[in-house]
């Protein structure tokens, strides 16, 4: 297995720099709202995120929507957890996989839950190609 593929999606300390970082490297950030034990973000994070991630075909991230502990800073450089930024984006389902800008705004519809698991990646790709067009603008 290659050092690529072997790359896991990260729990950031910050928001504004992997925002940051993302656009720097011409990908809108992709945050995936997750909970310890969810299946359905296992399928998400390991079916989807993780290869595109390894690939270099996108910046993606995970937020811990129960975590009230582990400091998070949000985009505007504030300190958070995963938890209020959960409460603050009214992101209730886990998965949420959400599309940001380097200042954290949304570009895209969001994609919550998982419908059907054969056509994930086609809506998946969807929304980045929307975000990228929207960060592209």
């Known amino acids: ?6 790359q896991r999606l990260a729990q950031p300390a910050s928001l504004k720099a992997a925002a940051q970082a993302a656009v720097r490297q011409g990908h809108p950030l992709v ?9 359905f973000c296992d399928v998400v994070r390991d079916r989807f995120l993780q290869p ?10 995970q937020v811990d929507i129960r975590d009230r502990q582990t400091p998070l800073q949000d985009f505007q450089g504030n300190t958070r ?11 209730r389902f886990a998965p949420t996989v959400l599309f940001f800008d380097a200042q954290g705004r949304e570009l ?7 419908a059907v698991a054969d056509f994930y990646d086609d809506y998946l ?13």
């Open 31 to 39: 945050v995936m709202t997750t909970l310890q034990g969810c299946p």
């Open 81 to 91: 957890t995963g938890a209020d930024m959960a409460r603050q984006w009214k992101a």
């Open 125 to 137: 790709w969807q929304h980045i190609a929307q975000a990228q067009r929207q960060l592209d603008k």
């Open 108 to 114: 895209t519809e969001r994609l919550v839950g998982v």
């Open 1 to 6: 297995m290659s050092d690529a593929s072997k």
């Open 52 to 61: 595109a991630l390894a690939a270099g075909r996108l910046f993606a991230v």
